[in-house]
């Protein structure tokens, strides 16, 4: 019975350790807590709906199509929202992103209705028994591909040149400026690869939830995972999400399933009072 | 050659520098001093574009320096190791180092390069491994200096090296920065330390609420009595 919770539990654990990092990577490098990120998940889902419909594409066409979309999302947010902000107060930058968020919610309950959407597995998502062990193939699949994710981020982080340019933009600005790295397109690269994440979590939660206007509600999810995590480490945040997911999931089984999410939500809350630089942080240490 | 003309700059309608001008030939070293809020700091900034000019010019053989991003100044072959030395702290101090030859990341010879400098700075050898914030505030001014030194400048702007270390990290710092020089890198020196300013510098000047009051060659500057009541 254990085993089997903690199996399924992976699964959403996976996909908010998704979201979390996608929340780490914008606060570590341009300071902004991005309260719009969960619409912009649900955007992610529904720009696949909307290639589907619109240009009549098969499944797997219409998720490449909405993460190219969702780079040119990323590039008009930076572009359009954030380079115009970059002398603005913290404040009005994290209003900004919470109002653009709050207008792609809008936009697609104009465009799409209000009411839920079906939305196609990756596999199949009848259960298959391994040593007794009921897994499902769809929930295999979110797992799997969000290791690839995070394996593809940890190359890029850790093995690259670019990828540390953007951990050292993070780390200090004028640092990165003096060794000759253009943080405007650092903070560009991380607004893209942020949507992108986006876009994946949303394209791999849709299914396991309803896709409706307010699925956006599981960037809270996220936030929280961020914030187990200390908020400010792309590991910890990893380590949030799923452990997010496995107390959820043993809250939901062994609590009652009703106070799931008060329970996730009540997480937060105890993080915040008795551990806020999350479960493997140091408080970040602010530079005199 | 690199010359500064006629520099005003400052931070928004405060102006801080009124008019500086100064040379610093090739592979010498030239000291600028001056007490606390002379506007050492902000004349370094203004060189290399981390901060905006308001007027003047900086040339490099006779080639504009253009105002704006330090990364083009960098690219011209000036770098700057500033005050704050702005480090990345949580990344290794390997990491560091590395990221300092980030625009000659395609050359061969960047692990070469981190291996002549590791020479140079043996005491950050035993680091490399470590988050660059657990380093002594010596260590951090060396990695600083060598992260500089990975992007292989013709032009070495120093802030204030010696700020807050131990007399003998400061004589280390500065027998390397004699070195960095024999080895045919320019440096220009801020420092409030005038004596051991001067002693490794050729030529410099003192600036004063942010004009040039006085120049000369070192000896001269010595032996002057301003520098002599004001600065040593
Ligand atoms: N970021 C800043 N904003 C506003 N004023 C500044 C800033 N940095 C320095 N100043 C002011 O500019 C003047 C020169 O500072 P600075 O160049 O740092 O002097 P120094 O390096 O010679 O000690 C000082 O009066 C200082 O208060
Ligand atoms: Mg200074």
């Not at chain 2, 101090?93 to 981190?114: F, K, M, P, T």
């Not at chain 2, 291996?115 to 700075?121: G, K, S, Y």
């Amino acid at each position: 019975m254990l085993a089997q919770v903690l199996v399924s539990s992976i699964t959403a654990g996976a996909v908010y350790a998704l979201i979390a990092l996608g929340f780490v990577l914008i606060y570590k490098g341009t300071g902004v807590v991005h309260f719009g990120y969960g619409d912009q998940v649900t955007f992610g889902a529904y720009l696949v709906l909307i290639a589907q419909a619109l240009i009549g594409l098969p499944f797997w066409p219409a998720v490449v199509v909405a993460l190219v979309a969702s780079v040119l999302l990323g590039a008009l947010i930076y572009g359009g929202l954030m380079w115009p902000l970059r002398n603005a107060s913290l404040l009005a930058q994290i209003i900004a992103s919470l109002a653009m968020g709050t207008v792609l919610r809008e936009f697609v309950r104009a465009y799409m209705g209000p009411s839920a959407w079906p939305f196609p597995f990756l596999l199949s998502p009848a259960p298959i028994s391994v040593f007794g062990i009921l897994v499902v193939p769809a929930n295999l699949a979110i797992v799997g591909v969000s290791l690839g994710v995070l394996a593809l981020l940890f190359l890029l982080f850790e093995r690259t040149f670019h990828g540390k340019a953007i951990m050292a933009a993070c780390d200090n600005r004028i640092g990165a400026s003096l060794i000759g790295v253009q943080v405007s397109m650092v903070f560009l690269a991380i607004w893209i690869l942020s949507s992108v994440l986006a876009t994946v979590a949303g394209v791999l939660v849709a299914p396991l939830l309803t896709l409706s206007p307010d699925m956006g509600l599981i960037g809270i999810k996220g936030f929280t995972a961020a914030v187990l995590g200390g908020f400010n480490s792309l590991p910890g945040a990893v380590i949030g999400g799923i452990v997010l997911g496995v107390l959820e999931a043993l809250a939901g089984t062994y609590v009652s399933s009703a106070l799931k999410d008060m329970i996730s939500y009540g997480i937060l809350i105890a993080v915040v009072l008795v551990r806020p630089q999350g479960l493997l942080g140091v408080l970040a240490m602010k530079k005199v | 050659m690199l010359s500064v003309r006629d520099l005003h700059a400052g931070y928004g309608n405060k102006t801080v520098l009124r008019g500086v001008s100064l040379d610093v030939p090739r592979g010498a070293i030239v000291t600028v001093l001056g007490a606390n809020g002379a506007g050492k700091s902000t004349l370094l900034k203004a060189i290399v574009g981390l901060l905006p000019r308001a007027a003047g010019t900086v040339t490099l053989d006779d080639k504009p320096l253009f105002d704006g991003a330090p990364d083009r100044a960098l690219k011209a072959g000036v770098a700057l190791v500033p005050e704050q030395r702005e480090l990345f702290l949580s990344l290794s101090v390997a990491d560091n180092l590395r990221l300092g030859g980030y625009l000659r990341r395609g050359a061969a010879d960047i692990a070469a390069e981190s291996e002549r400098l590791l020479d140079i700075f043996p005491s950050l050898r035993a680091r490399l491994a470590q988050p660059a914030r657990t380093l002594s505030g010596g260590e951090q001014q060396m990695l600083a200096i060598a992260r500089a030194l990975m992007g292989r400048p013709e032009f070495l702007l120093l802030d204030e090296p010696s700020l807050g270390l131990a007399p003998r990290i400061v004589e280390e710092i500065f027998g390397i920065v004699r070195q960095i020089s024999a080895e045919g890198t320019a440096v220009l020196l801020v420092e409030q330390n005038a004596a051991i300013a001067l002693d490794v510098a050729s030529s410099g000047c003192v600036l004063d609420l942010g004009e040039v009051t006085l120049r000369g060659t070192a000896e001269e500057l010595r032996n002057s009595p301003i520098v002599k009541t004001s600065y040593l």
